[in-house]
């Protein structure tokens, strides 16, 4: 019993260094790094693609009713996160995090298995 405590003692300063590392790699873009022109589009069908303005102050401008169309629900602004950018909802909650793919490019995969791809337009 004490050689299975020392185990589990000696294992918790590891998971907490892990973790520790792991969050200090991930770097928090700005808004205004991710403001701008995106499109929005099914990865299997880039014509059928929405036009979205990701504002600095977080907010969305663009074809909301095509964007609504792709995710089921109509986003009121944008987020941030360290290896995602998140369309919200507009109660504030999350409807659909997009993880970096490629530069300029997030992805999200539906339950359903539908792919979407956020990408960035030129500037």
Known sequence: ????????LGAIP????????MASSLIL????????EWTLYPEADPAAGCELHLEETQTLHGDL?????????????WLPTPDTLALMGGSGTALVHF???????????S?????????????
């Open 29 to 36: 873009p700005t808004p205004a790094q991710l403001a701008g």
């Open 1 to 8: 019993m004490a050689f299975k405590r020392m185990i589990a």
């Open 99 to 109: 993880n970096r793919y490629k530069p300029g490019i997030f992805k999200w995969t």
């Open 111 to 123: 339950a359903s298995g539908k792919t979407l791809l956020l990408e960035r337009k030129n500037k």
């Open 65 to 77: 009713d095509c964007v609504e169309g792709l995710i089921g629900a109509r986003p009121g602004g």
């Open 14 to 21: 590891l998971m907490l260094m892990t973790e520790v590392g």
